[in-house]
């Protein structure tokens, strides 16, 4: 006969002989380790291999083997040195995006925990393709008030704006320097906003 188990953990099993005219009844028991079925999990592919910082690729995976229908979630990691990035979707969905913010080479993984409604599916992991991450490019606004001419030693506020010049997210930062005939006054680091404000008082006649 075939019997089927629908829980984890160790099971008993009896078996009875009852017996007949000739031979006598016995019975014995023999335990029984119940484990979770086995899954395998594979990254089938991205939706783009090379971006911009700040721009998404889809992650495609599927999952097969388990017990009665998988459920539970998929955990996808890219790792380009100490930037790290997750996505998650559910079995069903079979995809989940990344938003990669920094440039250089991500190395892209996943990982299926378990079943975590009745814990009867195994957990499994994947490698997949690595995703490029370039710069990306940016564009600069420079104002100068007062806008009109002045006098020799007024004070001049300059403002620059720096801000991405493509799809997707996330801000430049860091320093911004002016320069007056090639040379450098001052330098100025970037807010969250992309603006750098720089005041002086001592621009040459011209």
Partial sequence: CSVSFDSLGS???DFAYSGDANYAATSTQVPLTVSPAATTLSITGVSASSVLAGQSSVV???LSGGYDGNTGTIVVTAVNGSSTVTCSGSVAAG????TLPVRGSYTVSAVYNGDAADA???SSTATGPSISVSRSPTVTVLTVSPASSGVFGDTVTLTAEVHRNAAGVGQPQGPVTFLVDGASIGEVDLDPSGIAVFTTSTLPRG
């Fill in 11 to 13: 099971t008993p099993l």
């Fill in 60 to 62: 495609s995976y599927t």
């Fill in 95 to 98: 995809q989940c995006t990344l």
């Fill in 120 to 122: 009867n599916d195994a």
